[in-house]
Nanobody, 126 residues
Framework: QVQLVESGGGLVQAGGSLRLSCAAS????????MGWFRQAPGKEREFVSG????????LYADSVKGRSTISRDSARKTVYLEMNSLKPEDTAVYFC???????????????????WGQGTQVTVSS
């Protein structure tokens, strides 16, 4: 059974930084396309960033481009999202997601992800 566990969220002041982690378990390989999404109160879930199974391809939403970096550590089966210059509008629950095909690419589409974590809260105060 595939499990994704996010960590690293918290309360931070505007302009600060956070690094979110997503630890995967339940599969022998870690080379699956992974993504980060977020959902703010009263809003739909939106794409934040994605990385391909091999790590060569990365995608970012315009809202976080230039402020965020997605990376992966295959040995630890962990994907990271480092966010800098945080803004109050970054406040949301952040979800990690995984695609089901080995060596899958990065994707903006939430429907292309088969597994989801429970989320970690990020709150940015002004």
């Amino acid at each position: 059974q595939v499990q994704l566990v996010e960590s690293g969220g918290g309360l931070v002041q505007a302009g600060g930084s956070l690094r979110l982690s997503c630890a995967a378990s339940g599969r022998r390989s870690s080379s699956y396309g992974m993504g980060w999404f977020r959902q703010a109160p009263g809003k739909e879930r939106e794409f934040v960033s994605g990385i391909s199974g091999g790590g060569a391809e990365t995608l970012y939403a315009d809202s976080v481009k230039g402020r965020s970096t997605i990376s992966r550590d295959s040995a630890r089966k962990t994907v990271y999202l480092e966010m800098n210059s945080l803004k109050p509008e970054d406040t949301a629950v952040y979800f990690c997601a995984s695609r089901s095909a080995l060596y899958s690419g990065a994707s903006y589409d939430a429907l292309s992800y088969s597994y989801w974590g429970q989320g970690t809260q990020v709150t940015v105060s002004s």
